[in-house]
């Protein structure tokens, strides 16, 4: 029973990084219409900033991370600026090719440097441990799971009370008709970018304790799109929703199939959704209401 707990929690934890990245993934097409493939690597370079800052500039890392947050929702708003903003208008496939050789470049930055090419790092709580009577669960997995909570409350109260909240909301419904509103659209599509960017970097330091830090931490982003995907691309606590099912799936897999198979888990579980609820979980289940 303990060991299931333990699977579970580690599962719940995995999960809320993926629904992090799913959140991203949701947020930006919901604003633009446009799938980010450079999720990933802005994960990575939020993480390696973060380390950069924390060990060597010799930053505490209450400071460092939400230094590195801010550091990576601006490069996505400059991004959105300078470079994704060219695409509006044009096919959708220049947008996504846009971000797919962004984040190639993002990636060919950080192999540039020799620190972070050749060594691997780990944030310094990881390996603390939570005991709770005979319960032992990991210190990293809990504060995983109370950030995600946390940072849901915060953005739900963000778009629900905000006036950028508010106009993002309404930008994602119908950007022609909140522009007749008076919604500033355009910088509304920076701002989701930045967003966007922010909730990637934050899943990063989030993935750091469970994982090590390493150029290809970002793969977690191939994971994290059946999660956007499973919560139909368009529902933000769907996504959430979507990757916590997912990393539980996973673990619960790793528990009780054979080693390798829960790293298919994913993508059987996307095939799935796509056939059975082709408009996503969220609006599968509200139907059948």
């Known amino acids: 029973m303990l060991s299931l707990i333990q699977v579970l929690t580690s599962g719940i934890a995995i999960g809320c990084v993926y629904g992090l990245v799913a959140l991203s993934f949701v947020l930006i097409y919901k ?15 939020g993480a390696f900033a973060a380390v950069a800052l ?11 991370a939400p230094v590195a947050v801010a550091g990576l929702a601006l490069l996505g708003a400059v991004l ?9 208008g044009q096919p959708h496939l220049v947008a996504v090719l846009l971000t797919f050789g962004l984040g190639m470049m993002l990636r060919g930055g950080v192999t540039s440097v020799p620190a972070a090419s050749h060594d691997i790092y780990r944030l310094p709580f990881a390996d603390s ?11 990293s997995h809990v504060l995983v799971i109370v950030a995600t909570v946390v940072l849901a409350g915060v953005l739900a109260v963000f ?25 500033p659209v355009a910088s509304m599509h920076t701002l989701a970018w930045a967003l966007g960017a922010a909730l ?8 750091a304790p469970i994982t ?25 606590p769907g996504a959430l ?33 796509l056939l059975l609820f082709p408009d996503g979980m969220a609006a599968g289940w509200r139907r059948r209401r």
């Open 241 to 273: 929703v979507g990757g916590v099912f997912l990393g539980v799936a996973e673990s619960l897999a790793g528990l009780v199939l054979p080693e390798g198979v829960k790293d298919v888990v994913p993508y059987v579980l996307l095939m799935l959704a």
């Open 200 to 207: 990637a970097a934050v899943a990063g330091l989030l993935l």
């Open 159 to 183: 778009f629900r009370y905000t006036r950028a909240g508010l106009a993002l909301r309404a930008c994602s419904e119908n950007a022609r008709v909140a522009a007749l509103m008076g919604v």
């Open 31 to 45: 604003a633009t219409e446009t799938v980010s493939f450079m999720q990933g690597e802005l994960l990575m370079v």
């Open 212 to 236: 090590f830090i390493h150029l290809n931490m970002g793969l977690i982003a191939l994971k994290a799109f059946p999660a956007a995907v499973l919560g139909g691309l368009t529902s933000l």
């Open 80 to 88: 959105e600026r300078f470079a994704l903003r060219r695409a509006i």
């Open 54 to 64: 924390n060990t060597g500039a010799g930053w505490p890392l209450w400071i460092a």
């Open 129 to 139: 441990v939570l005991q709770i009577g005979a319960l032992a669960l990991s210190l």
